[in-house]
């Protein structure tokens, strides 16, 4: 029950995010960035690691694709 209401308050806070008036994608990754610290501490790790790939492109830094490869975010 608990991995449900943080997968639908990471959800939430996703779309938050994206539609935040700032097209700064920094600003955005660095947000998201303290909300996982938080998460994982809370013991939420799982239900941020089943995202994936796609947990990547959320956080600071360059993205890594699946072939390894660094890109610029």
């Known amino acids: ?7 639908a308050y990471a959800n ?3 779309r938050s995010l994206k539609n ?4 700064d994608v920094d600003v955005r990754r660095e947000s ?6 938080v998460a994982r501490e809370a013991g939420h790790a799982p239900a941020l690691d089943a995202w994936g790939e796609d947990l990547a492109l959320m ?5 890594q694709t699946s072939s390894g490869c ?3 975010g």
């Open 1 to 7: 029950m608990a991995a449900a209401r943080l997968d």
């Open 12 to 14: 939430a806070h996703y």
């Open 20 to 23: 935040a008036r700032t097209d």
């Open 32 to 37: 998201f960035a303290r909300v996982e610290a």
């Open 59 to 63: 956080r600071p830094g360059p993205v």
């Open 70 to 72: 660094a890109s610029a």
